[in-house]
């Protein structure tokens, strides 16, 4: 009796539905339809049409898809009784319309075959590369007990009529029978709400799934793409078989629903979530872990709605199993979330942090670089003698003394320089054309080529800014600092900075504030202090007698430097010259 009653009562659904189909076919077409034609699902205005897939009709492929699936389900009393099947577009009860009730001979398996190599072929699509990155559905496919992947595994695919066409997925048997599996949850959602959306008690809930399933339309071809195994797939299809159900089981149709929106909005948020751990090539392990456990949950979920779905469907099970285990399955899997949210927080801030530290060390050097700038402009201004170094090319004949010669004399200075204990000047007398500045070159190369030399200046006679001391120490204020390590550079640079007409001062001066102070302030916590050279080559040739006296009253200072010793090679006749 129950049974007449069931088939009476698809029946008339099935006029409600043609009725609502022709309807809106009429709406949408401004045609008048044969509604039969629409019932077969030939085209209707409720068929879903991903962002990234176009959908072409193809008829009498049901058996292919349904052989590519490879599922198998024990035949419904109905069809035993040799009742014509009901449209898909009816959302009848008999689910099992969508799966094979017997296997596949040969000949039916080569035609699957040759249809899909021909699907293929025609649309001439390249192959997607496969995914990198390891399968999570599989891995909490894996952690199941047998018996609920077992239930997984029979979880009726619902049927989709059409030929899908994708750009980056290759169309092999198994990927066309997850698009087609997802695409017939899509319209079966999209169908069953518009039987019921008038019905006040369950609009909300059944706006919630259609909303989640339309989110999720967009990402059907990456889910594809992600879920080679197609688990995610089979949850999916609990949502279509809970509101096929619900045709049926009217006084728990609410409770299905509830249950439809939730393993519909977690599947849809996820598919964001897998979208973006695809995207990220360094994803934590304990994001990967957590992200497993709620796989497992979700899955364990829909093996206790697979379960229900195939018992004896008698109205105690819903009351003292389906609240009892589905609340505390709902449970679970809020707890999973939980932790996988735990751990994304870790992980955000940890990345947060990490983007905040390269930030500022983006910042940092970017401040460098401008305050280097500036240093370089303030080290611009300084006026100096360009050709009073040693080795500058100046049109004057450069000597060095020849090999074995002066050896003592050289030995003498070389001791002077690296020792500490040593006075702070060495001075070198001699007469016109004995060869004074000979040997001030090869000292000053001597020195630069162990690190030494601070810096040098050859006084000539007529040499322009050569020929008195207004540019000295201005000139070995640039080269120390050329030879100085960066983080020495500062007092000196701030000396510059802060004394912007150093360069119109006395000798005397520039001295104290370009040199003296700076690197007397120097603490470096050395056992032997940094020694540096400065060779002074010619000091008789300076035209300005009080420039010579003030150089001469600077020497004495020298000895005050600790931490870094600035000393003077000077040469010169007896007597300064007027």
């Not at 009725?19 to 209707?44: E, M, N, V």
């Not at 092999?172 to 069953?192: F, S």
């Not at 360009?386 to 049109?395: F, S």
């Amino acid at each position: 009796m129950s049974a007449e009653i069931t088939r009476q009562d698809v029946k008339g659904k099935t006029k409600v539905v043609k009725g609502k189909l022709k309807r809106l076919w009429h709406r949408d077409h401004g045609t008048i339809g044969d509604p039969g034609q629409i019932s077969q699902g030939s085209s209707t205005s409720l068929e879903a049409t991903p962002t990234h897939c176009r959908e072409m009709h193809e008829s009498n492929d049901r058996q292919r898809d349904v052989n590519s699936l490879g599922l198998h389900r024990k035949s419904d009393n109905k069809h035993q009784n040799g009742e014509s099947e009901v449209s898909h577009s009816t959302l009848n009860d008999e689910q099992d319309n969508t799966v094979s009730h017997d296997k596949p001979n040969g000949e039916q398996r080569e035609q699957s075959r040759r249809r899909g190599q021909s699907i293929d072929t025609s649309l001439n699509l390249p192959e997607s590369a496969p995914p990198t990155k390891p399968d999570l559905w599989q891995r909490g496919f894996d952690d199941l007990e047998p018996e609920k992947q077992q239930l997984i595994k029979s979880i009726p695919m619902p049927k989709y009529n059409k030929t899908i066409e994708c750009n980056d997925v290759k169309l092999n048997p198994d990927t066309v029978a997850r698009l087609k599996a997802l695409n017939g949850v899509v319209e079966t959602v999209k169908t069953q709400y518009e039987i019921d959306q008038e019905k006040s008690r369950i609009k909300e809930p059944a706006q919630k799934i259609v909303k989640a399933v339309l989110s999720f339309q967009d990402f059907i071809q990456a889910a594809v793409t992600f879920d080679p195994t197609g688990h995610a797939t089979s949850v999916w299809a609990v949502v279509s078989v809970g509101l096929t159900m619900t045709q049926n089981y009217r006084s728990q149709k609410l409770v299905w629903l509830e249950s439809c929106t939730f393993l519909a909005d977690i599947l849809t948020r996820y598919s964001f979530v897998e979208d973006e751990y695809q995207k990220d090539p360094n994803t934590d392990e304990h994001v990967e872990t957590a992200l497993v456990q709620v796989y497992v949950a979700v899955l364990t979920f829909a093996a206790l709605v697979q379960s229900l779905s195939n018992r004896g469907r008698a109205v105690w099970i819903w009351k003292s199993i389906y609240g009892d285990s589905l609340s505390e399955l709902q449970k679970s899997i809020d707890g999973a979330e939980s932790h996988l949210d735990r751990w994304l927080q870790i992980v955000d801030r940890r990345e947060q942090r990490e983007r905040g530290n390269r930030l500022l060390e983006t910042a940092d050097k970017m401040l460098d670089s401008v305050n280097e700038i500036h240093d370089r402009m303030d080290l611009a201004e300084l006026k100096v003698a360009e050709e009073a170094h040693y080795n500058a090319y100046n049109g004057e004949e450069y000597q060095e003394c020849l090999h074995e010669t002066r050896t003592e004399l050289l030995e003498d200075i070389k001791s002077w320089a690296t020792d500490p204990d040593r006075q702070a000047v060495f001075w070198l007398q001699g007469m016109a054309g004995t060869g004074k500045s000979t040997v001030s070159r090869t000292v000053a190369r001597w020195l630069d080529n162990e690190a030494l030399l601070g810096g040098s200046f050859f006084f000539k006679k007529g040499g322009t800014d050569r020929e008195d001391a207004k540019r000295l120490f201005t000139t070995l204020t640039k080269q120390i600092m050329e030879r100085l390590p960066p983080h020495l550079q500062q007092p000196i640079k701030k000396a510059i900075k802060d004394s912007r007409d150093i360069g119109s001062s006395n000798p005397q001066e520039q001295f104290n504030k370009l040199l003296f102070k700076p690197l007397k302030s120097l603490n470096l916590g050395l056992q032997a202090p940094l020694i540096l050279v400065a060779v002074i080559d010619a000091l008789d040739e300076c035209r300005v007698p009080a420039d010579i006296a003030a150089f001469l009253s600077t020497l004495p200072k020298l000895s005050d430097m600790k931490d870094v010793q600035l000393r003077m090679f000077i040469t010169s006749r007896p007597e300064p010259s007027d």
